[in-house]
Each structure stands twice: as structure tokens, then as C-alpha cells.
């Protein structure tokens, strides 16, 4: 044989090998980001439902109430009180005539 059919045999099987690799490589990413959006709305579908949830039952404690609340189970985290907004690590709890509103994240 040869020696260009040789390298041509041979480049076109590495051209074939390679274009496998990226297509099983295309496909499971195709897969893992499905997984994962499936997996991001079950998360923030439970997240909304706990959310309301709190809000529902809070609705009984002040604004000074939730902050002692949110002081004495979270002494380490970096709490701001703002107006009607307290701010926990980026989750905010909003309060409306001094009871709370709702809970928004950032």
C-alpha cells in the first residue's frame, strides 16, 4: 500500500473518532442541562411554596418580633434592618404596616 492511502485511512479514522467524541460530548451536555433544569424548577417550586407558607403563618409576628427571630437563629449571618426591609444574606423580608409582606431573594 501507499504510504498517502496509508495516512489517508488513518487521518480519516482519527476525523471519525474525533467527530464521535464531540457528538457523545454535545449529547450529554444536552442531557445533564436537562436534568439540571428539571431539577432548578422542583427547587424553586418548593422554595415559592415555603415562602408562602412563612408569609402566611408570619403574618402574626412585627417587624421586631422576626428580627429577634432572625438575630437568635442566625447569629453569625449579617443582618440589615432597613425601613420596612430586613435584609438576611441576600434574602429580604418586606413588611407592610410593620407585618410581613413577603420574602424576595436576590
Same mark, same amino acid.
Given at each position: 500500500?501507499?504510504?498517502? $492511502? ?6 480519516? +479514522? ?12 454535545v449529547v450529554d451536555m444536552s442531557v445533564t442541562q436537562g ?15 415555603? +415562602? ?10 412585627? $417587624? ?21 426591609v430586613i435584609d438576611v444574606e441576600g434574602v429580604q423580608f ?13
Amino acid at each position: 500500500m501507499q504510504k498517502w $492511502k496509508w495516512l489517508f485511512f488513518s487521518f480519516l +479514522g482519527l476525523f471519525v473518532v474525533t467527530n464521535l467524541f464531540w457528538v457523545f460530548t454535545v449529547v450529554d451536555m444536552s442531557v445533564t442541562q436537562g436534568y439540571r433544569q428539571v431539577s432548578f424548577d422542583a427547587k424553586t417550586k418548593a422554595i415559592t411554596m415555603l +415562602g408562602t407558607l412563612i408569609v402566611q403563618e408570619s403574618r402574626r409576628y412585627s $417587624k421586631k418580633d422576626m428580627l429577634h427571630i432572625l438575630r437568635r437563629t442566625y447569629k453569625d449571618a449579617f443582618i440589615v434592618d432597613e425601613g420596612n426591609v430586613i435584609d438576611v444574606e441576600g434574602v429580604q423580608f418586606v413588611f407592610v404596616d410593620g407585618m410581613l409582606s413577603r420574602i424576595e431573594s436576590q
